[in-house]
């Protein structure tokens, strides 16, 4: 009986952190909302993807703290603008994917891929399918006000979440991010940076492809990291994000209203956070990049080609990932057969050695 009752103050302590901090993901929206309202003399529906960065910062700020939330705060705002004006190509589109995903995979040396990943899962939304503003129908990449006005909404949204999350937290201890070799990074980041490039470029030259960020999504969540010995791990994840998605789609398709989407997806939040705080992480990215949509959707028509194009993307990711993850397995075999290369890092050494707050040593 102890243990029951010790689980459930677990479950509510869970609970009443992931609702604070949905209302933290919600916060910055509103006050954009309201900002954009008396800036520009009308509502902007563009206000409310200042949640993007807010979850991309939340993530942050459990993974690596406040300090990394804030970094990722003005990533965030200096990748807006510059993913908009770069969706006008599929070059120049999968470049700052491939970027972002070297960027992602280097941080795997010291244990924050998982939070790093985030940026460029929120960034594709932009550069993919940026919000309409002023009632446009066709949305001008180029025009410079506007550009300013995400870059602004992008930064409000994670600065907000990276300033309370962790006094949220403060109290909980958060274990320790784990770094991965170099022998373990490399092939992670090779895959990642491949499949992006590819993908990315596939869906800006396919304009109908509008709600492709689910592709890079899940190609990002489901990309593996370690020493691999077979696929088991990697066809589980691929199951239960699709089953996760079918989930999804049931879900809003018998949804009527928009304030019930908004509502459906603060449920996915909740949901989320409580196993990004628990043992169950999977749970998080399947209902987290949904929740994200939810929020963001300006007519239920979106929705539903939303929930119907995830299921796609997740379905094309799995299956690169599973090709992708069974060559790694290959490699992993073959390394083990014919020796190690050299696993010296002399840089990453040097920051994990370095105590918080205190400049890190110079190079020899």
Request: aromatic share 6%; hydrophobic share 55%.
């Amino acid at each position: 009986m102890a243990t029951t009752k010790g689980e459930q103050g677990v479950l509510r302590r869970r609970l009443k952190i992931a609702l604070a901090i949905a209302g933290v993901t919600l916060a910055p929206a509103l006050v954009m909302v309201v900002i954009t309202r008396l800036g520009t003399g009308e509502i902007q529906g563009a206000a409310t993807w200042a949640s993007l960065p807010a979850i991309a910062s939340i993530a942050a700020a459990a993974g690596g703290g406040r300090r990394f939330a804030i970094i990722v705060s003005f990533v965030m705002c200096l990748m807006a603008p510059l993913a908009i004006v770069a969706g006008t190509s599929p070059v120049s589109g999968a470049a700052l994917m491939a970027l972002l995903a070297l960027v992602v995979g280097r941080m795997s040396r010291v244990g924050l891929q998982k939070s790093a990943l985030m940026v460029p899962v929120m960034i594709a939304w932009p550069l993919i399918d940026p919000p309409a503003w002023a009632g446009q129908a066709v949305v001008d990449r180029n025009d410079t006000a506007y550009l300013l006005w995400m870059a602004f909404i992008f930064l409000v949204g994670g600065l907000i979440p990276a300033v309370i999350v962790p006094l949220l937290l403060r109290k909980r201890h958060l274990p320790e991010p784990t770094p991965h070799s170099r022998e373990e990074a490399m092939p992670y980041t090779i895959m990642i940076t491949v499949l992006l490039i590819v993908s990315t470029y596939w869906v800006l030259d396919h304009p109908q492809q509008f709600a492709g960020a689910f592709l890079i999504a899940a190609i990002l969540v489901l990309a593996p990291i370690g020493k691999a010995q077979t696929l088991r791990p990697t066809l589980l994840r691929v199951a239960g994000t699709i089953l996760g998605s079918v989930f999804v789609l049931g879900i809003v398709s018998g949804v009527s209203s928009l304030a019930v989407v908004y509502l459906v997806g603060l449920v996915f939040i909740v949901i989320s956070l409580m196993a990004r705080f628990g043992t169950h992480g999977w749970i998080y990215y399947v209902f987290m990049t949904p929740a994200a949509a939810c929020l963001n959707a300006t007519s239920l028509t979106e929705v539903g080609k939303l929930g119907e194009q995830r299921i796609i993307d997740n379905a094309v990711g799995g299956a690169l990932i599973i090709l992708a993850s069974l060559l790694a397995v290959g490699y992993s075999h073959w390394s083990t057969r014919h020796g190690h290369a050299d696993n010296g890092d002399e840089e990453t050494d040097r920051l994990l050695e370095t105590p918080l707050g205190a400049p890190a040593p110079a190079a020899a």
